[in-house]
């Protein structure tokens, strides 16, 4: 089966500026996750959607970060006004609905953001 | 708090070498533990689960064990080669009071090099 789709692929853009990315997760897949990984660390999860509601994003930066996820399937992740301790690699990352016992989440191969 | 924390934060092996991998957590309530490994420029690739009655599972040359009284996981790889040179992320899935929906907690890795 095809994996979870990411772009772009790099991004480079000044402090205030703003910045979209676009992630297409597995089909069929309900859940999908945006996370930021910022160099050296692991991942920190920015919000949670099942199909197209959101489910957790008490660590998102409301304040500058936006998603949505219409239709249930492909997602967007905007930063406006971006700073510069927002330079990190963004994560889209994928599940069937998640179960008390264990669900497996698919990874894409992340948006690496640069603002300089 | 859901801590997980990983050591050594980096490690170098000569190739055919073996090496152990730590992770301890103190997150509750505990659902599965996984280990992924992340290569340079891509997102994680899960390489083990394990949930709360399994002690030891194998992937290949990566042997996990989990002692879930002590909270401590251990990821073992044998003949190391060149391909293993990438981080490894210890993953802990807690469930929420309520709720079927789990929320994982990432360590920040180990990022492992393996030299010829």
């Known amino acids: 089966e095809a994996g979870v789709a990411q772009s772009p692929r790099y991004k480079i853009i000044e402090k205030r500026q703003s910045v979209a990315f676009w992630c297409n997760p597995i089909?069929?897949?309900?859940?999908l996750y945006w996370y930021q990984q910022i160099l050296g660390q692991g991942p920190k999860l920015l919000i949670q959607?099942?199909?197209?509601?959101?489910?957790?994003d008490s660590q998102l930066p409301k304040d500058r970060f936006s998603a949505e996820r219409l239709k249930g399937v492909d997602s967007t992740l905007k930063i406006q006004p971006a700073k510069l301790e927002d330079s990190a690699v963004y994560l889209c990352?994928?599940?069937?609905?998640?179960?008390?016992?264990?669900?497996?989440?698919?990874f894409g191969p992340g948006t690496r953001l640069t603002v300089t | 708090k859901n801590r997980v924390e990983q050591s050594p934060q980096s490690l170098i092996i000569l190739e055919g070498k073996n090496c152990t991998l730590q992770c301890n957590y103190t997150v509750s309530p505990f659902s599965n533990l996984r280990w992924y490994k992340q290569d340079t420029g891509r997102g994680p690739v899960s390489l083990t689960i394990m949930t709360f009655s399994e002690n030891t599972k194998s992937n290949g040359r990566y042997t996990a064990t989990l002692d879930a009284d002590t909270k401590q996981s251990s990821l073992h790889i044998t003949a190391s080669q060149l391909s293993d040179s990438a981080s490894y992320i210890c993953v802990v899935s807690a469930v929420r009071r309520g709720s079927t929906l789990g929320r994982l907690y990432f360590g920040r890795g180990t990022q492992l090099t393996v030299w010829p």
């Open positions: 959607f099942q199909n197209n509601g959101v489910v957790d």
């Open positions: 089909s069929g897949h309900a859940t």
């Open positions: 990352a994928s599940s069937h609905v998640p179960g008390a016992a264990s669900y497996e989440q698919y």
